[in-house]
Every structure is written in structure tokens, then in C-alpha cells.
T-cell receptor
Framework: GAVVSQHPSWVICKSGTSVKIECRSLDFQATTMFWYRQFPKQSLMLMATSNEGSKATYEQGVEKDKFLINHASLTLSTLTVTSAHPEDSSFYIC??????????????FGDGTRLSIL | KQEVTQIPAALSVPEGENLVLNCSFTDSAIYNLQWFRQDPGKGLTSLLLIQSSQREQTSGRLNASLDKSSGRSTLYIAASQPGDSATYLCAVLNFGNEKLTFGTGTRLTIIP
């Protein structure tokens, strides 16, 4: 089946550091990738949608200058949390959607990245 | 705006029992509905995907149904095992965009 690799799985860093998270589709080309954020015991909240070669579309309330998304190729999207602060600590999950008819295929999710800002 | 609700929020059942998880959504204009499993600290594993034109999907001990007109889906787990313990999330793909709206999840515990 389709595999999405997310790296790193866990990051602990000091306040003010910028952190980059990678999301790769390993065995398929992902025209669209999604970035989600999940707080403890809560569901996933969509942060942004990225399409290869174009600017990401951010959900309402998500700061685009804070969460930089780059989708440079059909197999890689990155999320950079700039100047991270403790309130940015969360579980970040990416998903990828392959090429094909909309609605006929599932999104494939990475294993998530736990970000802890001290 | 689509809203997805899952009841109950938590469920504990003895091993071997059959169980049903519920999912309801407010806007029936959907492409499909997916059920996911999430283990603590992990990402999501897709279990079943039901197209809007379908009524149910089966995979092993899992059976998911969809009643789009009433905005409901159920996930039936037969002969539950301790390894089934996880949080189960349903999500709908909204018609008109590619965005998934997730439910609040049901945390399932199977008691050995």
C-alpha cells in the first residue's frame, strides 16, 4: 500500500528555534499534501493544503508566516515552524493524496511529529 | 460547515465481544467517508473507505456502513481483541473540496 514517511518523529528544542518537518510519499506521486495539528485527546485540525509547485492554502486562523509550507516536488512537502514557542508544542501529521479521481482514493497519513518547545 | 461527531467518546468492552462505533455528520454532500485507527502517539491508519454511492465496506473483522441521507456511519468490530484498543476516527471528504473533516474520535479499550 501507499506509504507516507514523516521525519523527524520527535523534536525537542528551545524556544525561538525554527523546526522543519518533512513529509514524503515513498511509492506514489502526491499532487496534494495536507498538514494537520492535533492537541492531546483532540481530533485532527487541518492547517493547510499544499499542491506541488504552488503556494499552500492555509485554513482560517493559521499564520502562514509562522508555519511555512513548501511542496517542491510530487513526493516531498515540508512544514517549517518558525521561531517556535511553547504554545506551538503539538503533534503534527501530514497526509498525501495521490493522482486520480477525487473522492476515489484515501488520504495516506504519516506517523506524525511530536514537537516539544521548551 | 461540516461537523462530524462520534459517540461514545470512550468505550470499554471485554475481549471477544462485538461492538459498534458511531459517527454522524451534518452535511450529506460528501465524496466519501473514511474510518481510521490511531494508536497513542502515532499517525493514522486507514481502515475502510466508503464511497458516497456505497452502503458498506468490509475488511476482515471490520464492517463499516454509510447512510448518507441520515448523515450516519457505523463501524462494526467483530470478536474484539486487545490489539483493537486504539482511538477510532471517522472523517468525511466534503463535496467541492479535498478537505477531510474529522470526528472527535472514540477511544476503545478491549479488556482481556
Amino acid at each position: 500500500g501507499a506509504v507516507v514517511s514523516q521525519h523527524p518523529s520527535w523534536v525537542i528544542c528551545k524556544s525561538g528555534t525554527s523546526v522543519k518537518i518533512e513529509c514524503r510519499s515513498l511509492d506514489f506521486q502526491a499532487t496534494t499534501m495536507f498538514w494537520y495539528r492535533q492537541f492531546p485527546k483532540q481530533s485532527l485540525m487541518l492547517m493547510a493544503t499544499s499542491n506541488e509547485g504552488s503556494k499552500a492554502t492555509y485554513e482560517q486562523g493559521v499564520e502562514k508566516d509562522k508555519f511555512l509550507i513548501n511542496h517542491a516536488s510530487l513526493t516531498l512537502s515540508t512544514l517549517t515552524v518558525t521561531s517556535a514557542h511553547p504554545e506551538d508544542s503539538s503533534f503534527y501529521i501530514c497526509s498525501a493524496l495521490g493522482q486520480g479521481a477525487l473522492g476515489n482514493q484515501p488520504q495516506h497519513f504519516g506517523d506524525g511529529t511530536r514537537l516539544s518547545i521548551l | 460547515k461540516q461537523e462530524v461527531t462520534q459517540i461514545p467518546a470512550a468505550l470499554s468492552v471485554p475481549e471477544g465481544e462485538n461492538l459498534v462505533l458511531n459517527c454522524s455528520f451534518t452535511d450529506s454532500a460528501i465524496y466519501n467517508l473514511q474510518w481510521f485507527r490511531q494508536d497513542p502517539g502515532k499517525g493514522l491508519t486507514s481502515l475502510l473507505l466508503i464511497q458516497s454511492s456505497q452502503r458498506e465496506q468490509t475488511s476482515g473483522r471490520l464492517n463499516a456502513s454509510l447512510d448518507k441521507s441520515s448523515g450516519r456511519s457505523t463501524l462494526y468490530i467483530a470478536a474484539s481483541q486487545p490489539g483493537d484498543s486504539a482511538t477510532y476516527l471517522c472523517a468525511v471528504l466534503n463535496f467541492g473540496n479535498e478537505k477531510l473533516t474529522f470526528g472527535t474520535g472514540t477511544r476503545l479499550t478491549i479488556i482481556p
